[in-house]
């Protein structure tokens, strides 16, 4: 049997274990990149190992999520990025250049290489033939530092492909389709290849936005193979000489197959609050809509934004909507300039934003309360658009311009066909490539402000954990449940501050009682249900846990990336044996572990006396896994080995 692209690509970077899928591999990383949100964790990191500079091919370093600068923080934060990524070997990319995801597909992904990125939504890279991976900034500073990046060897379903899209149907809807097949749950430990006649109908940037999404369906990664669309979009980027061609082979071995023929694919629709909850626009076509938000590393490439235009042009947006559009990278804000689109887009009524995450971490771009917002990102989360009670919907480009002109919710196919606008990719993008600065160009001492805090120091794990259970949670709770952004996100140098909002939209009093328990020499429990830390990458919902004295989770089951955090910084992940015991257990419980270090020593079964009475259940982790908890973390094993 022959190989997959994704084999194709761990096979080339195999450092430890065999390809054999649910085992733990090592492997080599080519690429890291990290936003500022979760950066300057990461550096900190980076920094208290001692290495004296990155060993990587490529790092880096991106400034999109946090750009309001209201007050010094998010300022200073970004002053200790640059000066930290000059000494360090990092390339910065200034605020303004764009999201990280698209800027690194335009001018840095690469077929046939491996990326970990600090941000759930690296997959991207995936459009472009790469073994793209998300992950918490700890790893990521692991990699950069030249350590392995350990994952459990992926199962692989093939994606087929055939037919093409009607006009009005795009990209998104492909992706919308497949979460509505797949859901959010039970994909852990798969990656999705997409293969088929269908693909060579799609441009690398429209890849991008499935294998973007593809995030949310909870797999490790998505990927595209490297192919004469691959070679066109490298070739208008000016980097022919980074294409290698990367196919499967004909007689690819894969665990799964699904056909998707994308002339049956229509116009789709995320309901609130999760990405899986799709309907097709028609079965709700003609609800009242508030607000349109077009943007963020789904949908804001060349393509789509001119697509944005042209249904704009000499179009006015509805007086009751409010719409906001953000370019997802200076690149297509300097296309849109120069070619008179922007002009078109400005005319119709849109308030444009700067090029970055903006409305999509809920920084900026608040609906009403109550508020229907159409937003082309790729996440619905409660609360997440900064109005708890807004009901966000995710929708294509075509979709949400439409809808912004006639003030409610519109099936593109109710349009004419010859009317659709479609757009060929140019033959060269604009080029300029300034605002990303290079490394070792300047000896400016690294600037650390009073928002930089130091990287939080972790404990060996105890002979004996008593805690007590702090909060009880149900199924599907995010990272942004867990610990907000927005308003919130400047806080994340400084974890003494940011850990005052952990649960803070589901219990305000968790973060001050679990300090009290830790004050009294207690440990705090958590106790969630299925898809526990499902979403981002986001390592501070595990480092603020653990710095307000949480050492366990119990829950029903994890999601991948949130589970490595939590062992990164030294607490227990623990799946339910019997879910029955999920029922029984209340807040207030007390939890004590016995024998600790020995019970992780001795594999993944842990016996709890939960109020005395003992229960059983599974520590999700390897072998290795176990020393990391054992050492009380990711930063105390490997400065140890
Ligand atoms: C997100 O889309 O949720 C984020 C904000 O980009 C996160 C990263 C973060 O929390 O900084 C992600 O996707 O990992
Ligand atoms: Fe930024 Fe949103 Fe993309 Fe996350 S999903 S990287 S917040 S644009």
Same mark, same amino acid.
């Given at each position: 049997?022959g190989?997959?692209?994704?084999?194709?690509?761990?096979?080339?970077?195999?450092?430890?274990?065999?390809?054999?899928?649910?085992?733990?591999?090592?492997?080599?990383?080519?690429?890291?990149?990290?936003?500022?949100?979760?950066?300057?964790?990461?550096?900190?990191?980076?920094?208290?190992?001692?290495?004296?500079?990155?060993?990587?091919?490529?790092?880096?370093?991106?400034?999109?999520h946090?750009?309001?600068?209201?007050?010094?923080?998010?300022?200073?934060?970004?002053?200790?990025?640059?000066?930290? #990524?000059?000494?360090?070997?990092?390339?910065?990319?200034?605020?303004g250049?764009?999201?990280?995801?698209?800027?690194?597909?335009?001018?840095?992904?690469?077929?046939?290489?491996?990326?970990?990125?600090?941000?759930?939504h690296?997959?991207?890279?995936?459009?472009? =033939?790469?073994?793209?991976?998300?992950?918490?900034?700890?790893?990521?500073?692991v990699?950069?530092?030249?350590?392995?990046?350990?994952?459990?060897?992926?199962?692989?379903?093939?994606?087929?492909?055939?037919?093409?899209?009607?006009?009005?149907?795009?990209?998104?809807?492909?992706?919308?389709?497949?979460?509505?097949?797949?859901?959010?749950?039970?994909?852990?430990?798969?990656?999705?290849?997409?293969?088929?006649?269908?693909?060579?109908?799609?441009?690398?940037?429209?890849?991008?936005?499935?294998?973007?999404?593809?995030?949310?369906?909870?797999?490790?990664?998505?990927?595209?193979?490297? &192919?004469?669309?691959?070679?066109?979009?490298?070739?208008?980027?000016?980097?022919?000489?980074?294409?290698?061609?990367?196919?499967?082979?004909?007689?690819?071995?894969?665990?799964?197959?699904?056909?998707?023929?994308?002339?049956?694919?229509?116009?789709?629709?995320?309901?609130?609050?999760?990405?899986d909850n799709?309907?097709?626009?028609?079965?709700?076509?003609?609800?009242?809509?508030?607000?349109?938000?077009?943007?963020?590393? $789904?949908?804001?490439?060349?393509?789509?934004?001119?697509?944005?235009?042209?249904?704009?042009?000499?179009?006015?947006?509805h007086?009751h909507?409010?719409?906001?559009?953000?370019?997802?990278?200076?690149?297509?804000?300097?296309?849109?300039?120069?070619?008179?689109?922007?002009? &078109?887009?400005?005319?119709?009524?849109?308030?444009?934003?700067?090029?970055?995450?903006?409305?999509?971490?809920?920084?900026?771009?608040?609906?009403?309360?109550?508020?229907?917002?159409?937003?082309?990102?790729?996440?619905?989360?409660?609360?997440?658009?900064?109005?708890?009670?807004?009901?966000?919907?995710?929708?294509?480009?075509?979709?949400?311009?439409?809808?912004?002109?006639?003030?409610?919710?519109?099936?593109?196919?109710?349009?004419?066909?010859?009317?659709?606008?479609?757009?060929?990719?140019?033959?060269?993008?604009?080029?300029?490539?300034?605002?990303?600065?290079?490394?070792?160009?300047?000896?400016?001492?690294?600037?650390?402000?009073?928002?930089?805090?130091?990287?939080?120091?972790?404990?060996?794990?105890?002979?004996?954990?008593?805690?007590?259970?702090?909060?009880?949670? =149900?199924? %599907?709770?995010? $990272?942004?449940?867990?610990?907000?952004?927005?308003?919130?996100?400047?806080?994340?140098?400084?974890?003494?501050?940011?850990? %005052?909002?952990?649960?803070?939209?589901? &219990?305000?009093?968790?973060?001050?009682?679990?300090?009290?328990y830790?004050?009294?020499?207690?440990a705090?429990?958590?106790?969630?249900?299925?898809?526990y830390?499902?979403?981002?990458?986001?390592?501070?919902?595990?480092?603020?846990?653990?710095?307000?004295?949480?050492?366990?989770?119990?829950?029903?089951?994890?999601?991948?990336?949130?589970?490595? #955090?939590?062992?990164?910084?030294?607490?227990?992940?623990?799946?339910?044996?019997?879910?029955?015991?999920?029922?029984?257990?209340?807040?207030?419980?007390?939890i004590?572990?016995?024998?600790?270090?020995?019970?992780?020593?001795?594999?993944?079964?842990?016996?709890?006396?939960?109020?005395?009475?003992?229960?059983?259940?599974?520590?999700?982790?390897?072998?290795?896994?176990?020393?990391?908890?054992?050492?009380?973390?990711?930063?105390?094993?490997?400065?140890?080995?």
């Amino acid at each position: 049997m022959g190989y997959s692209v994704c084999y194709k690509i761990l096979q080339a970077h195999l450092k430890e274990g065999t390809l054999e899928p649910g085992k733990e591999i090592g492997i080599v990383i080519d690429q890291t990149l990290t936003q500022d949100a979760t950066g300057t964790m990461a550096y900190l990191q980076f920094e208290a190992m001692g290495i004296d500079r990155v060993k990587t091919e490529v790092s880096v370093s991106y400034v999109d999520h946090n750009t309001l600068q209201m007050g010094f923080e998010n300022a200073d934060d970004h002053k200790y990025l640059q000066t930290m #990524n000059a000494k360090y070997g990092i390339y910065y990319s200034k605020a303004g250049n764009g999201i990280c995801h698209q800027v690194h597909l335009e001018r840095f992904a690469k077929p046939g290489k491996t990326l970990l990125g600090s941000d759930s939504h690296t997959p991207t890279a995936g459009g472009m =033939g790469m073994l793209a991976i998300g992950a918490g900034g700890l790893d990521v500073a692991v990699a950069m530092g030249g350590g392995l990046f350990y994952l459990t060897c992926p199962k692989v379903i093939n994606i087929y492909l055939t037919g093409t899209l009607k006009p009005w149907v795009s990209a998104k809807d492909i992706i919308l389709t497949i979460l509505q097949k797949l859901t959010t749950k039970g994909n852990v430990g798969y990656v999705i290849e997409y293969t088929g006649p269908g693909i060579k109908n799609l441009s690398v940037p429209e890849r991008a936005t499935i294998t973007n999404m593809g995030a949310e369906l909870g797999v490790t990664t998505s990927l595209f193979p490297g &192919d004469e669309i691959t070679h066109e979009f490298l070739k208008a980027q000016g980097r022919e000489k980074d294409f290698v061609e990367l196919l499967p082979d004909n007689d690819a071995l894969y665990d799964k197959v699904i056909e998707l023929d994308l002339s049956n694919i229509e116009p789709m629709i995320a309901c609130p609050h999760s990405p899986d909850n799709v309907v097709t626009v028609e079965s709700i076509k003609g609800m009242k809509v508030d607000q349109v938000a077009i943007g963020s590393c $789904t949908n804001s490439s060349y393509k789509d934004l001119v697509t944005v235009a042209k249904i704009l042009k000499g179009k006015k947006i509805h007086p009751h909507v409010s719409c906001i559009l953000a370019p997802g990278s200076k690149q297509v804000l300097h296309m849109l300039a120069k070619e008179g689109y922007l002009a &078109d887009i400005i005319e119709s009524g849109v308030r444009i934003m700067e090029s970055a995450c903006g409305f999509c971490i809920g920084n900026g771009g608040a609906p009403i309360s109550g508020g229907v917002s159409l937003r082309t990102n790729n996440r619905n989360f409660e609360g997440r658009s900064g109005t708890k009670d807004a009901k966000v919907y995710l929708v294509s480009p075509e979709t949400a311009a439409l809808s912004a002109i006639e003030g409610k919710l519109v099936n593109p196919l109710d349009m004419p066909k010859e009317s659709y606008p479609a757009i060929q990719l140019p033959k060269t993008f604009i080029i300029d490539d300034s605002m990303i600065i290079p490394p070792f160009q300047s000896d400016e001492p690294v600037f650390r402000g009073p928002n930089i805090g130091q990287p939080p120091k972790t404990q060996a794990l105890p002979h004996t954990i008593h805690a007590i259970v702090g909060i009880k949670v =149900g199924d %599907k709770i995010t $990272t942004d449940h867990i610990m907000p952004a927005g308003q919130r996100l400047k806080y994340r140098s400084n974890i003494p501050e940011y850990a %005052k909002y952990v649960f803070e939209m589901v &219990d305000s009093s968790f973060a001050t009682r679990a300090l009290e328990y830790k004050e009294k020499g207690m440990a705090t429990a958590i106790v969630g249900g299925v898809s526990y830390g499902q979403g981002s990458s986001r390592e501070h919902a595990a480092i603020c846990p653990a710095y307000l004295g949480v050492k366990i989770v119990l829950a029903k089951s994890f999601e991948r990336i949130h589970t490595a #955090n939590l062992i990164n910084f030294g607490i227990l992940p623990l799946v339910f044996n019997n879910e029955s015991d999920y029922d029984a257990i209340q807040v207030g419980d007390s939890i004590l572990i016995k024998d600790c270090i020995q019970q992780v020593e001795k594999g993944n079964t842990v016996t709890l006396l939960i109020n005395n009475k003992p229960i059983e259940c599974t520590l999700l982790a390897t072998e290795r896994q176990r020393k990391i908890l054992i050492a009380g973390g990711l930063l105390n094993y490997t400065t140890l080995h």
